[in-house]
């Protein structure tokens, strides 16, 4: 397999298994994402991947541009239930709010995706052989989604 292609799929996969336990060790997943569970989980993270000191910082700006691109799709509504709602509120489903609402969600990932990229090659490359088996190894262990 040619070396962009394997680094980009590893790299892919790593992003999916962070994202998963940022996502995955919040104790209610209808709770806002705080600064703090970030932090917990980072904390988690580097102590099981025993992370030196520059390390930590790239896993941190990792952790704030995942967070940043979360409140980006997340958008401005406090509840993603009450938004999508309104949008079957009347005889007929709201398509237009629907579209607004897919495009407002797309141009978040757009606009913040490249530097979750870039923040997850900097974090992954960073990390000795060693430490990058054991992420390639978690990843492999997981079964389904996020091991469910």
């Known amino acids: 397999?040619?070396?962009w292609i394997r680094t980009t799929l590893i790299t892919?996969?790593?992003f999916s298994l962070l994202t998963g336990a940022l996502a995955g060790c919040?104790?209610?997943?209808h709770?806002?994402?705080s600064a703090e569970d970030s932090a917990r989980v980072r904390d988690k993270i580097a102590s099981k991947l025993d992370l030196d000191a520059t390390q930590k910082q790239k896993l941190t700006v990792l952790g704030d541009q995942l967070l940043a691109l979360r409140k980006g799709v997340k958008g401005d509504s406090g509840d993603p239930r009450t938004e999508f709602s309104t949008l079957i509120s009347g005889a007929t489903f709201d398509r237009t709010?629907?579209?607004?609402m897919l495009d407002d969600k797309t141009k978040a990932l757009q606009s913040e995706g490249p530097?979750?990229?870039?923040?997850?090659?900097?974090?992954?490359?960073?990390?000795?052989?060693e430490q990058q088996s054991e992420?390639?190894?978690?990843?492999?262990?997981?079964?389904?989604w996020f091991g469910h």
């Open 1 to 3: 397999m040619k070396n």
């Open 12 to 14: 892919l996969f790593s």
């Open 26 to 29: 919040s104790r209610d997943h």
């Open 31 to 33: 709770a806002d994402w």
């Open 97 to 100: 709010a629907a579209q607004t």
């Open 115 to 129: 530097q979750v990229i870039t923040a997850m090659a900097d974090f992954y490359d960073s990390l000795n052989p």
């Open 135 to 144: 992420i390639r190894e978690k990843l492999q262990r997981r079964k389904g």
